[in-house]
Each structure stands twice: as structure tokens, then as C-alpha cells.
């Protein structure tokens, strides 16, 4: 007993013990306090950028969610595209476009995107450059301020697969010379090569519909009053590059794998498709790869619904010409929400997308890190 009591003598009562130093220093960056906690580089960089650099949170979640992701090492980037985004009564004029000729006419490829406007092709930027990328695009915002167009002519062309909204060839060529100072900008922060949007500046409203559909496509473009004003902002989105011609299907129901060449569904997770890869599935069943954890299987294909391409994108940056702050994240559209979910209330709060993150995948793992190291 005597020996016992000598142990508990030495235990040092909890408020006269010295407070340990924090092994991250206060205001690290989101990296730092990632490294501190053990992941490698790479990896810290590749959660960052998939996730949208929103917060340690959410770059943990994705670590963890893709801990037997076979492609967690993979060096191959991402892919970057800029955009411009209509917002206040031109965006819902738009969305009304969208909702009515979804409803009516089903969906069309236009559908798959929001609408846009594209200033530059997709291009790859490594996962360590993207925050100067970022940076990039700030900068040239803030440089085009005052400048930049006060409101955009757009005018309707239809033909017999295809609608959209043409930007006037003046106010057009002044787009494109803010696109060509973002490709500076880049290419001198972040060491990459940007090409110009090579067609004819344009919003699409519907392509590639039935040929039965266009009286009734034409109808809806031509009752909008796309003379309302808007503020126009530049957003730069990402999309994972190998399964940018694949098939984007949603998971509606959970499923538990009955095989090893299964994959796991989570209810909200997006899976991605490709029609190379069916061979092997036989009759209800396709093969898919899994956005939220990056595995892949076979899953019954009626377990999932079509989606669109958009919904698995993230946003880099998302910024105004009219104000020198970048647009609040709205929360809506967090988490991989659907598009057309967002459409019928707030509609004037779509000024900038947030990270489309898909939700944190349930894994069960020990409580240690070494497992991504």
C-alpha cells in the first residue's frame, strides 16, 4: 500500500502542471496546421485543393474519406477553367429559363453547367501553385475594376440544335483582353499556360434536344428580358480531370457491398461513369467511381440518379467588379446541393458558388494518422 501511495505522490496535480507550447503557431495557414498534424505534403495539398482550401475540417474529412482512395498519390492536378456568372435579375431570368425548359423539355446539355459565360480553356495547375492561382485572379479583379463593362449586350441566336445568348463583338473583345491579364497573371504566379476561349463569347441556353423541342425552346429564350441588370462575377471552378468525360450519377439510397468488387454508396455521394468501363457489369448494375471516397465498383444502377457535371466542381475564387471584397460562400449550395434544388428561393443569393464538397463519407478508422502518412 505504502508503494502505492508513493506512485500517487508523484502525479502532479492537473492545475500546477505547465501548460504545453501549441505545436502550430498562431495565425498558420491552413497547410501548416496540416502538416502539424502529421499528413504528408502531397496529401495535406490534394484534400486542400479537392475541398476548396475551406478549412482544416473539411481537408481532414477528405483525407480520412479517402484513405483507400488507390489514386491518393497520383501527382496528376486538377483541372481550372474561369468563368463569369450572371447574378441578381439576369440569374433569374435565367433560372427561370432553366427550371421551365427542364420541366417541359427535359434535360438538354446545357443543363449539365450553370450559366456561364467561358473565358478560357480548361487548363492544370499543380496542387502547391494553386493558391497563387487564386491570387492570380484577385489580382486581375481588382486591376479591371472601373473598367470592366457596365452591363454586357447579349443578343439570341437559335439554330436547329443549339440556343444561346451571344455577347456584342465589342464588349466581347473587352472580355477577352481581362481574360488574357488573368492568363498573365497566372502564368507569372503560378507557372501555367492558359488558352483563350477560341469561340464566340456566349451564354448557352440549350443544345443537343430534340428537334420537336425547339419551337417550344425558342419560345421560353425569346419571352426573357436579358436586358436587366447584373453584376457579373469572375468565378475559377475545378473539376478532377480523369473523369471529366464520364457520366455524373447522384447517390439516392445505401447500399452495403455483398462482394469485394463492389462499391459502398452513400446517400448524397456522386459516383462518376463512363460507358469504356461497362463491360464487366452485368444487367442493373454499372461500374462507377466514387467522388466522396475515390473507390471503385460495381453498384446497382438503381440505386443512383443522373446528375450534373457542375454539382462535383469546386470553386478557387469567386469575385465582383463592383465591390473589392470577394462574394460570401452562400450556404446552400455547400456540400455538393444540388443546382436545381437552390432555384426556387434565393435566387439573389447565387451570387457565388461555395466549394461543392461532396459530405463526409462514415468510415470507421483507429485514432491514429499513420494510416495516411
Not at 31 to 47: E, N, Q, Y
Not at 92 to 105: A, G, I, P
Request: net charge negative.
Amino acid at each position: 500500500m505504502a508503494a502505492k501511495d508513493d506512485i500517487y505522490t508523484k502525479v502532479t496535480p492537473r492545475r500546477q502542471r505547465l501548460t504545453r507550447p501549441s505545436a502550430v503557431k498562431q495565425g498558420a495557414s491552413t497547410l501548416d496546421v496540416l502538416l502539424s498534424m502529421g499528413f504528408p505534403k502531397t496529401r495535406a495539398l490534394k484534400a486542400l485543393v479537392s475541398t476548396g482550401s475551406r478549412n482544416v475540417q473539411a481537408a481532414c474529412d477528405w483525407l480520412f474519406s479517402h484513405v483507400d482512395d488507390p489514386f491518393l498519390d497520383d501527382p496528376l492536378p486538377r483541372e481550372y477553367v474561369l468563368y463569369l456568372r450572371p447574378t441578381g435579375p439576369l440569374l433569374h431570368q435565367l433560372t427561370q429559363y432553366w427550371q421551365q425548359s427542364r420541366l417541359t423539355c427535359g434535360k438538354n446539355k446545357a443543363h449539365n453547367i450553370f450559366p456561364h459565360l467561358t473565358l478560357c480553356q480548361f487548363f492544370m495547375c499543380a496542387d502547391g501553385k494553386v493558391e497563387a492561382l487564386a491570387e492570380a485572379l484577385q489580382t486581375t479583379v481588382a486591376m479591371w475594376r472601373g473598367r470592366f463593362p457596365a452591363a454586357l449586350s447579349l443578343q439570341l441566336y437559335t439554330s436547329s440544335n443549339f440556343i444561346g445568348l451571344f455577347v456584342e463583338e465589342q464588349v466581347a473583345e473587352v472580355l477577352k483582353s481581362f481574360a488574357a491579364d488573368f492568363a498573365s497573371e497566372a502564368a507569372s504566379k503560378a507557372d501555367v499556360h492558359i488558352e483563350p476561349h477560341k469561340k464566340q463569347l456566349h451564354v448557352t441556353l440549350a443544345y443537343h434536344f430534340q428537334a420537336n423541342h425547339l419551337p417550344l425552346l425558342e419560345k421560353l429564350a425569346k419571352s426573357m428580358d436579358v436586358s436587366v441588370g447584373c453584376d457579373w462575377l469572375a468565378v475559377m471552378f475545378s473539376r478532377d480531370i480523369r473523369f471529366a468525360n464520364h457520366e455524373t450519377l447522384q447517390v439516392m439510397y445505401p447500399y452495403a457491398p455483398q462482394n469485394e468488387d463492389e462499391l459502398e454508396l452513400v446517400p448524397g455521394d456522386f459516383v462518376f461513369m463512363s460507358a469504356a468501363e461497362q463491360a464487366s457489369a452485368s444487367e442493373g448494375w454499372v461500374y462507377g467511381s466514387s467522388l466522396g471516397t475515390g473507390m471503385s465498383g460495381l453498384l446497382p444502377e438503381n440505386y443512383v440518379t443522373r446528375a450534373d457535371e457542375c454539382e462535383t466542381w469546386v470553386v478557387h475564387g469567386s469575385h465582383s467588379f463592383l465591390s473589392g471584397a470577394s462574394t460570401p460562400d452562400p450556404g446552400g449550395l455547400v456540400d455538393g446541393a444540388l443546382f436545381d434544388r437552390q432555384l426556387p428561393e434565393g435566387l439573389g443569393d447565387l451570387a457565388g458558388l461555395s466549394v461543392l464538397c461532396p459530405p463526409p463519407m462514415q468510415v470507421s478508422l483507429p485514432c491514429t494518422l499513420g494510416l495516411l502518412a
